[in-house]
């Protein structure tokens, strides 16, 4: 996957903007408020997925414009094709000049990955956001799975009523039964699906992890789930079927204290993933180096995945990633994470001085210096 040339028009503060990137290292540097998240969040709406900010649709486009247009021309999948998105404000798109109707048509077709710095309370925030991390990330992988996410809410919400209205019409309790077993057939499959993702994503980024700190701590990722006891481990060698048995028995082991609680206690819905460097759980003992870090190596290990699931390197969009890391971290990800092409944004040139190959690009004022074809590093 390669982005070949972008044309953006009244996208944000940018009114026209014209860029022939690179095919590996691509720095989009200027000062703050200038563009440049504005520019990967283009970048990332190519990939079909929502904004990695809150954001409505009307907000994209340039204030006193009537619409927002981006183009892209770009390789994959052996060939070469374009894909077309307007706001006007309601979002219209194209590929190869034929209409889409749906997201979920265009889904797919260009894969990325993006760091933002809304990623970086991946350990400070609750055990929801790093939930999240492993469903985004599944639900690119496989879209069966999506459905199943939803339909264990739906039976999780239905569950939580009846544990909630029980205490007031004690023969509802009769209906648990029933909710408790779709909710652990439906749970086991999406504990099964985790535990296994988790598994591959942690030997990606634990090998990236190594390269980043030239070796120096090791870095491991476990699923955590609350439907085995405090000190068993998920196995990855069982089925759905024994994860909706386990997770079955930890409902009736818990319906007391849910019934007390009206909500359930055990679950998918309650997991973590717990990311330790040298054994120390990193969300409590992790700098805010090692914690960027961490995060770092989970979405380039994220993209590996993709990467090898789509048969094609996604697009890395790394967002204001370089501060607070040091320089062996920023030569890594300067120079070693491979074949994927990578935009990448920063405030600072000193930051990019141990770039070896790759173009660098201006950002001021929603303009790209040097005539939108970038300024190639010496
Ligand atoms: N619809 C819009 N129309 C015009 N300007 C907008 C619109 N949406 C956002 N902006 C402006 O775009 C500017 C640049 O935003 P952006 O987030 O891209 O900056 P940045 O270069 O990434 O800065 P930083 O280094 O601080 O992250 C902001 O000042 C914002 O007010
Ligand atoms: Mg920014």
């Known amino acids: 996957m390669i982005l070949k040339k972008i044309e953006l028009s009244d996208f944000r503060n940018i009114e026209n903007l014209s860029m022939t990137p690179g095919e590996k290292v691509n720095i989009i540097c200027g000062e703050n408020a200038q563009g440049k998240t504005n520019l990967m969040e283009a970048l990332w709406l190519f990939t079909g997925a929502k904004s990695f900010r809150q954001t409505k649709d009307a907000e994209f486009i340039r204030f006193g414009a009537k619409r927002a247009k981006l183009c892209s021309e770009f390789y994959s999948e052996h060939r070469d094709q374009t894909a077309e998105i307007v706001f006007s404000p309601n979002k219209s798109m194209k590929k190869n000049g034929i209409d889409i109707k ?87 499959s999406i504990i099964r699906t985790r535990v296994n993702y988790c598994e591959s994503l942690n030997k ?124 062996i971290r920023r030569d890594y990800i300067l120079n070693s994470i491979g074949e994927s092409q990578i935009f990448l944004t920063c405030c600072d040139k000193e930051l990019f001085s141990g770039l070896e190959d790759g173009k660098v690009f201006i950002m001021e004022k929603g303009n790209l210096l040097g005539g939108g074809g970038g300024i190639a590093k010496q």
Request: aromatic residues 10%; contains cysteine; hydrophobic residues 35%.
């Open 102 to 188: 749906s997201s979920q048509e265009y889904a797919g077709t260009i894969g990325g990955v993006v760091f933002s710095p809304s990623h970086m309370n991946l350990f400070r925030d609750g055990p929801k956001e790093r939930r999240k991390l492993a469903d985004t990330s599944l639900c690119q992988l496989y879209p069966k799975y999506i459905s199943v996410l939803s339909d264990y809410n739906k039976v999780l919400l239905q569950r939580n009523t009846v544990l909630k209205d029980a205490k007031y019409h004690s023969s509802l309790l009769d209906m648990l039964e029933v909710y408790d077993e779709q909710l652990a057939r439906l749970g086991g």
């Open 204 to 327: 990606k980024a634990a090998e990236i992890y190594k390269g980043m700190s030239a070796g120096r701590e090791e870095f491991f990722a476990e699923y955590k789930t609350t439907v085995l006891d405090e000190f068993e481990h998920a196995e990855s060698s069982m089925s759905t079927a024994d994860w909706a048995q386990k997770f079955y028995d930890a409902l009736v082991k818990t319906r007391n204290y849910d019934f007390e609680h009206g909500s359930t206690s055990v679950g998918p819905h309650r997991d973590d993933i717990e990311v330790t460097l040298d054994k120390m759980p990193v969300r409590s003992f992790g700098s805010q180096g090692q914690q960027r870090s961490c995060i770092l190596s989970l979405k380039l290990g994220e993209a590996k995945l993709l990467g090898e699931a789509m048969g094609e390197p996604p697009l890395i969009l790394l967002d204001d990633v370089m501060s607070e890391l040091d320089s």
